[in-house]
C-alpha cells in the first residue's frame, strides 16, 4: 500500500487550562477566578472545621493548585509536539483532529489512528474509528492511569511504524450498539445509557429473555467488556453497600469483570420503582450472541440515549421509539506493545 494512500489521524483533547481560558478568554482571568474559587471554597471548609487559616495562605494554596493546571498544560503541549516530530518521520500525512470534532470527521478507510490523552479519549475514538488500527499514548504516565493507553509518547514512533509495516498485534473490543428504526444507530466502547436528560423518571417498555414489563426508573445502563470495571461497578458498590445495611448476602465490591472481547453485554436497571403501572422483574441480565435487549420509549419529551458519558452526543428516545440493544458486528483494534 502506498503512503499517499493513507494518512495518521492525531486525536487531541481540550486541557483543563484550555477549557478555563475559552470559558473566560484569557489565562489570567482563568486564573483569578479559579484561585478566588478555590479561596472561597477552602475557606469555607476551615470555618466549618474549626480551623484557623490566614487568607495568605488560602491563596499560596490556590496558586500552587493553579501551578498544576499550568504543569499538566505544558507536558501536554511538549508531548504534542514530539508525537507530531516523530510521526512526521514515518512519511504518511499527519491530521490532527481534536476530541470535538470527531462525530464529523470523516476517516479514510486506510487511515492509522493516534490517540494522545486519557482513557476517555480512546473510547470516544473507537466507536468513529470502526475498523482502523488505534495506537493509545499516554502523554502524562504520572497523573493517568492509563488502563488503555500502553503506549509512551517515546515509544509511539515504533508502534505507528510497525501498524504501517503491517507487523502490529492487536487486542480486540466489544462494542454495544442501539439500533432506533429510523436507521439510527449509537455505539459505545464502555456503555450505552437509555433514559431521561434530568433526574426524573424514566418511562419505556423493557423486553429481554422472552419477558417484558412497564419500568419507571433512573434509566438503563449497559455496560461491554471493557467498561465492566466503570459505571458498573459502581452499581456494584451501590448494591453491595445496601446489602450490607439489610444484613443480605451481596456481591463481591466492584462487581464482575469481562474480558474485553467478550460477546456479551451486561445491563441493568437503575432504581426500578414498583406501582400499579410499573414492575421490577427485570432488573439485570447478559445479552448474550445473537440476542437483544428491547427497549421501547413512553416518555413524551426529554428521553435520550448516549455512550461512554458524552451526553452531548445523544439520540432522541421519546414516545414510540424503540431502541435494540446487542453487540455490535464491529470490534475495535487497539495496537498493543507485544
Not at 493548585?65 to 504543569?71: L, M, P, Q, V
Amino acid at each position: 500500500m502506498l503512503k499517499a494512500d493513507r494518512k495518521i489521524v492525531l486525536v487531541t483533547r481540550e486541557t483543563r487550562l484550555e477549557g478555563l481560558k475559552a470559558q473566560y478568554a484569557t489565562r489570567s482571568q482563568a486564573k483569578f477566578y479559579v484561585e478566588r474559587a478555590l479561596v472561597a471554597e477552602r475557606s469555607r471548609s476551615a470555618a466549618a472545621a474549626g480551623e484557623d487559616i490566614s487568607i495568605d495562605a488560602l491563596e499560596a494554596l490556590a496558586e500552587k493548585e493553579f501551578h498544576e493546571y499550568e504543569e499538566e498544560q505544558s507536558l501536554y503541549d511538549d508531548a504534542l509536539g514530539r508525537l507530531r516530530r516523530d510521526l512526521d518521520d514515518l512519511g504518511p500525512k499527519v491530521q490532527i483532529v481534536q476530541r470535538a470534532f470527531l462525530p464529523n470527521f470523516v476517516f479514510g478507510p486506510n487511515d492509522v489512528v493516534v490517540t494522545v490523552g486519557q482513557d476517555g479519549l480512546v473510547a470516544n475514538t473507537a466507536k468513529y474509528a470502526l475498523h482502523l488500527p488505534i495506537v493509545a499514548v499516554n502523554p502524562d504516565p504520572k497523573r493517568i492511569d492509563g488502563v488503555l493507553l500502553p503506549f509512551t509518547v517515546g515509544a509511539a514512533h515504533a508502534a505507528v511504524a510497525r501498524v504501517l509495516d503491517g507487523k502490529s498485534k492487536f487486542r480486540r473490543v466489544t462494542l454495544a450498539e442501539a439500533l432506533l428504526p429510523a436507521g439510527q444507530r449509537m455505539l459505545a466502547f464502555n456503555d450505552l445509557f437509555i433514559g431521561t436528560r434530568s433526574h426524573t423518571s424514566a418511562r419505556y417498555r423493557i423486553t429481554f429473555g422472552g419477558r417484558s414489563e412497564p419500568h419507571s426508573s433512573s434509566g438503563v445502563l449497559v455496560s461491554t467488556g471493557a467498561g465492566s470495571t466503570g459505571w458498573l461497578s459502581s452499581v456494584f458498590n451501590m448494591a453491595d453497600g445496601l446489602g450490607q445495611i439489610v444484613g443480605r448476602s451481596a456481591p463481591a465490591r466492584g462487581g464482575m469483570k469481562l474480558n474485553w472481547d467478550d460477546p456479551r453485554l451486561a445491563f441493568v436497571v437503575r432504581e426500578p420503582f414498583v406501582s400499579k403501572h410499573s414492575g421490577a422483574g427485570i432488573v439485570s441480565g447478559m445479552v448474550g450472541p445473537g440476542a437483544e435487549l428491547i427497549l421501547e420509549s413512553a416518555m413524551p419529551a426529554g428521553g435520550v440515549i448516549f455512550s461512554d458519558g458524552i451526553e452531548a452526543d445523544y439520540l432522541h428516545f421519546n414516545s414510540g421509539a424503540v431502541a435494540r440493544i446487542r453487540a455490535a458486528s464491529e470490534k475495535v483494534r487497539l495496537a498493543t506493545p507485544g
